[in-house]
């Protein structure tokens, strides 16, 4: 099966500091993988280059095999518009409502009329289990009330590709299970491939199709969730265990 995402040997530097070191990783269609790592280790500046906001110093980020990484920012917006994003705090524009929120992609880039916006809106409210909190502000929603609405507001315009930055940090056991619950609808009732950055070993393993770890800029495993287990790389052990004694320094 083709990758819809692929990307290649890819080095990042900033200043002295060299974060992606030779990066590969293929993803396949409409798939939950889950790419895991020490903190400050990367994740985030890789996903940047998957939806090219950042470009690499070296290598190729493919998407649905076209090469993004010398796009014109206008077709590169175009690409873009293929993604969902779900950033850590939801990214809510506090000055609107829930409803205004996830319809703003709708009004920017869907060319419907407000009605019709309106029902998908409302189709994606009460998919996440928000039907009644339209109205209400973001400052009135709690933390995972406002990640349903970022994840409603990544989803409005149908995407091909969901990528979720951290979807369960600082959210309480239950609301975690809820957005995991959630991150799996997203696969299998919108057909979505799902890229997801996670600390929480429990919950990667839970929904992952795929996981990949990544260890000073590169993947040092891939795997399904059983082969992750049954990995015996001391680092990929380390940082499922969650041992502060191994190969990983606490620097
Ligand atoms: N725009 C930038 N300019 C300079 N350094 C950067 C930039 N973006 C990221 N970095 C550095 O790259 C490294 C990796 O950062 P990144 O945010 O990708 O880590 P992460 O794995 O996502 O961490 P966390 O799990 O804590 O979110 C960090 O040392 C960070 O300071």
């Known amino acids: 099966m083709q990758a819809i995402i692929s990307c290649k040997d890819l080095h990042k530097s900033f200043g002295s500091q060299h974060v992606l070191r030779g990066l590969s990783l293929d993803i396949e269609p409409d798939s939950v993988t889950v790419i895991i790592g020490r903190s400050g280790g990367g994740k985030s500046v890789l996903l940047k280059h998957i939806v ?14 076209q090469d993004i ?34 319809a703003f992609p709708l ?5 419907l009329r407000n009605k019709e916006i309106l029902d998908i809106v409302a189709r994606k409210l009460s998919s996440v289990g928000l039907a009644d909190a339209g109205h209400k502000m973001p400052a009135e929603l709690s933390g995972g009330m406002r990640k349903r609405v970022g994840l409603a507001r990544a989803i409005a ?19 975690s299970a809820a ?6 609808r997203t696969r299998d009732e919108f057909g979505a491939t799902c ?12 929904i ?21 287990r049954a990995n015996q790389n001391p680092v990929v052990r380390q940082f499922i265990e969650g ?9």
């Open 69 to 102: 990484t010398g796009l014109s920012v206008r077709d590169m917006a175009d690409v873009r518009r293929g993604f969902g994003l779900l950033f850590q705090e939801g990214a809510l524009f506090d000055s609107m409502t829930v409803e205004d929120n996830v």
């Open 157 to 175: 315009l149908d995407p091909k590709i969901v990528l979720f930055d951290e979807p369960t940090s600082g959210l309480d056991p239950v609301m």
């Open 107 to 111: 009004r920017e880039h869907s060319g």
């Open 243 to 251: 041992r502060a004694d191994g190969p990983i320094g606490l620097e």
């Open 195 to 206: 890229v997801v950055i996670s600390h929480d070993i429990q919950a990667t393993m839970a």
């Open 179 to 184: 957005i995991n619950e959630l991150i799996l």
């Open 52 to 65: 090219g906001l950042m470009k690499p110093d070296s290598g190729e980020v493919r998407i649905e095999g």
């Open 208 to 228: 992952a199709d795929t996981i990949y770890m990544l260890y000073e800029g590169q993947i040092i495993a891939r795997g399904t969730p059983e082969e992750i």
